[in-house]
């Protein structure tokens, strides 16, 4: 069994800064790419980041230059600082991986239970 638990959502004005941490735990031989992505309500879900485990991040045009995603491969962990917050950032941020159990086995698509986050004008 293997889970994603997300922490660091919350309140917060436009313009701060929120920091979401994101840590796999269970039966782990290796995680491939890990991300985040985000559900506004009445909108689908997008795109916010994402992070191989060998550095290479990819944004979502809407958060480039505010957020930055980052890993720990040691403890298998991916964190996301967002600066300069904007209410249209405001939704339910989920975490996801893909993450192999076993080395003869294929990778499973894992997601969090997400963490909220919300931005006042």
């Known amino acids: 069994q293997v889970e994603l638990v997300e922490s660091g959502g919350g309140l917060v004005q436009a313009g701060g800064s929120l920091r979401l941490s994101c840590a796999a735990s269970?039966?782990?031989?290796?995680?491939?790419?890990m991300g985040w992505y985000r559900q506004a309500p009445g909108k689908q879900r997008e795109l916010v980041a994402t992070?191989?485990?060998?550095?290479?991040?990819n944004y979502g045009d809407s958060v480039k230059g505010r957020f930055t995603i980052s890993r720990d491969n040691a403890k298998n962990t991916v964190y996301l600082q967002m600066n300069s917050l904007k209410p249209e950032d405001t939704g339910l941020y989920y975490c996801?991986?893909?993450?192999?159990?076993?080395?003869?086995?294929?990778?499973?698509?894992?997601w969090g239970q997400g963490t909220q986050v919300t931005v006042s004008s």
């Open positions: 269970g039966s782990i031989f290796r995680v491939n790419t």
């Open positions: 996801q991986a893909y993450i192999l159990p076993s080395w003869f086995t294929s990778p499973s698509d894992v």
């Open positions: 992070a191989t485990s060998g550095g290479t991040t």
